[in-house]
């Protein structure tokens, strides 16, 4: 049985493990502390529970299993992600264990409910377009691409609310 519910404190540390896990880096990937520790990642996580700040994690048989969140960033410190100063930017991972089984579709479904519930026009995210897998999710929820930062593609998706 799956379980989605919205992040709580004591989840902080699964979170800190689920965003290691959304930076696609297949060779060379920096130890976990390292890299989430770097300004342009630390930001993504640092001070969690500000207003506007939505998280939800799955659990499989009570199991953390996966996490979804966003986060709004001012035109002043752009994410990777980042379409303008009123379009969070998510970030999603499903613990290896548990992918491939529907989990990341569910947690979506799950934020973009709670985005729209918040009145908010879009939501963002930053995707390797090397991560197929990812893109073709991302797509068939009707993202698209919105414009390359770096070597990701920034992808939007504008909520049907708006």
């Given at each position: 049985m799956i379980t989605i519910r919205p992040l709580e404190g004591h989840d902080l540390d699964f979170f800190l493990d689920m965003h290691y896990e959304s930076?696609?880096?297949?060779?060379?990937?920096?130890?976990?502390?390292?890299?989430?520790?770097?300004?342009?990642?630390?930001?993504?996580?640092?001070?969690?529970?500000?207003?506007?700040d939505r998280a939800f994690v799955a659990l499989k048989e009570n199991h953390l299993a996966g996490a979804v969140w966003y986060r709004l960033f001012p035109e002043t410190d752009k994410g990777y992600g980042f379409i303008d100063s009123d379009t969070p930017e998510l970030g999603i991972a499903v613990h290896p264990a548990y992918r491939g089984s529907g989990l990341g579709r569910r947690l979506m479904h799950e934020v973009i409910k709670q985005a729209?519930?918040?009145?908010?026009?879009?939501?963002?995210?930053?995707?390797?377009?090397?991560?197929?897998?990812?893109?073709?999710?991302?797509?068939?929820?009707?993202?698209?691409?919105?414009?390359?930062?770096?070597?990701?593609?920034?992808?939007?998706?504008?909520?049907?609310?708006?």
């Open positions: 930076i696609h880096i297949l060779q060379g990937k920096p130890e976990k502390h390292e890299l989430l520790n770097e300004p342009a990642i630390r930001k993504y996580h640092e001070g969690w529970g500000k207003p506007g729209e519930r918040d009145g908010y026009p879009s939501l963002s995210l930053s995707v390797d377009p090397k991560n197929a897998s990812a893109v073709k999710l991302y797509q068939s929820l009707g993202f698209v691409y919105w414009g390359v930062s770096g070597t990701s593609w920034t992808m939007k998706l504008t909520l049907p609310s708006c």
